[in-house]
């Protein structure tokens, strides 16, 4: 009998895995997801050749892993899954490196709860329906806030009483899984780059950016939750923290209410009040669609311009993402007018989301992530040594 690895990557409406031959680094057999959870859920796989798509029953993250365990079956027969990985959003500020999930630190894990809503307690039901599938596999956690964990002070803190940073009140980031993958792809790629000045914009249903220097992360537009930086399909990004106090004292709206505009009603489908996903905006004449995106594109290009000055420069944009990745349109408006920092497009490269789109004389590139290899990396590596 051989050994697998599955990697797990709960969601608010998705869980996603990825299924891998126990090597190092390890080969992928299948990936695919459950997409929709609670409204019109479907199971999308690709294994080898084949792709699919099929409409499921999910009503919630439970049922999608058992959907998703029913589906790869045929794939485990015979196989054994030593180790499960697993994507968690928030690791608080001490993990900065993949760790065991004993129950203490899922315990611990939980109390990050309230600071991302939209993933930590799904991250966490999906650890445990794996231990319940797999009860003797090796559970890893691979978390996104670790990546950012060497951030220069100055960057972690905010202006307000030094005792609540003592607390673990600070600039967290996230994505970080996405900017490892990319970071060292192009350390790979492009070696000559592997030590330089990289603003990598990983734009998505979340979306965020993050300046790295020689492999490290700098600055992060996301800072104590998953709601900061630039706006995202449903959440806010960067508030005047005033905003959210009129609202309390004025509107009267409650914590819970609050939390759910931020998180649910925001981003691109509160000012559009059309759509959330920016396929849908870029295909509508609705002036409010193209306001959405308006707004999106100048918030990207402002930000971009500040991870420049964190930096003292750049040597290269990365797009990566559902939206960098695929969205000629956006990534062409945000680099129109940055310019001053060499930035051009090969707007016939742009045009055909090629990996190379550059023109100017700053590398501009498109990096499709792979969060899955990078958990699927910190396991093998987990379970090569005791075998």
């Known amino acids: 009998m051989s050994s697998c690895i599955l990697t797990v990557n709960a969601g608010s409406s998705s869980v996603k895995f990825a299924l891998y031959e126990t090597s190092e680094p390890p080969k992928s057999l299948a990936r695919g997801q459950v997409q929709g959870i609670g409204s019109t859920p479907s199971f999308e796989f690709k294994s080898g050749g084949s792709v699919g ?16 365990l029913a589906e790869i079956q045929p794939l485990l027969a015979g196989n054994e899954v030593a ?6 959003v928030h690791g608080g500020p001490l993990r900065a490196t993949p760790t065991e999930l ?30 319940k599938a797999f009860p003797y596999a090796l559970q890893i956690g691979c978390f996104d806030t670790a990546f950012h964990r060497n951030h220069p002070w100055e960057n972690d803190i905010y202006a307000i009483p030094r005792k609540y940073y003592k607390q673990g009140v600070k600039r967290y980031g ?13 350390a790979r790629e492009r070696p000559e780059l592997s030590d330089k000045r990289l603003i990598i914009c990983h734009l998505g249903s979340g979306a965020s950016i993050c300046a790295v220097n020689n492999g490290y992360s700098i600055s992060s537009t996301m800072g104590f939750s998953p709601l900061d930086g630039i706006p995202m399909s449903t959440r806010s990004g960067q508030l005047d923290p005033g ?3 009129y609202l309390l004292e004025t509107e009267k709206m409650s914590v819970e209410e609050l939390t759910h505009m931020l998180y649910h009603d925001s981003g691109l489908l509160g000012l559009s009040e059309l759509s959330a996903d920016m396929q849908v905006l870029e295909a509508s004449d609705d002036p409010r669609a193209k306001e959405a995106i308006d707004y999106f594109v100048y918030r990207v290009r402002r930000e971009i311009g500040a991870m420049a000055a964190t930096l003292s420069g750049i040597d290269a944009l990365i797009f990566c993402g559902g939206i960098g990745e695929n969205s000629p349109m956006i990534r062409g408006r945000i680099c129109d ?51």
């Open 53 to 68: 798509k099929k409409p499921v029953k999910a009503a919630d993250q439970e049922q999608a892993f058992e959907v998703i």
């Open 83 to 88: 180790g499960v990985g697993h994507r968690i």
């Open 102 to 131: 004993t129950d203490d630190v899922l315990e611990d894990l939980a109390t990050f709860n309230p600071l991302a809503p939209l993933h930590q307690p799904h991250n966490l039901a999906g650890v445990h329906a794996s231990i």
């Open 174 to 186: 996230f994505h970080g899984l996405s900017y490892d993958y990319v970071s060292h792809q192009i």
């Open 243 to 245: 905003i959210l106090l």
């Open 337 to 387: 007018r940055l310019g001053y920092l060499g930035v051009e497009l090969n707007l016939e490269a742009n045009s055909r989301n090629q990996r190379d789109i550059c023109a100017g004389t700053t590398p501009v590139m498109i990096i499709p992530t792979d969060e899955e290899q990078v958990i699927a990396d910190a396991v093998a590596k987990a379970l090569i040594p005791a075998q």
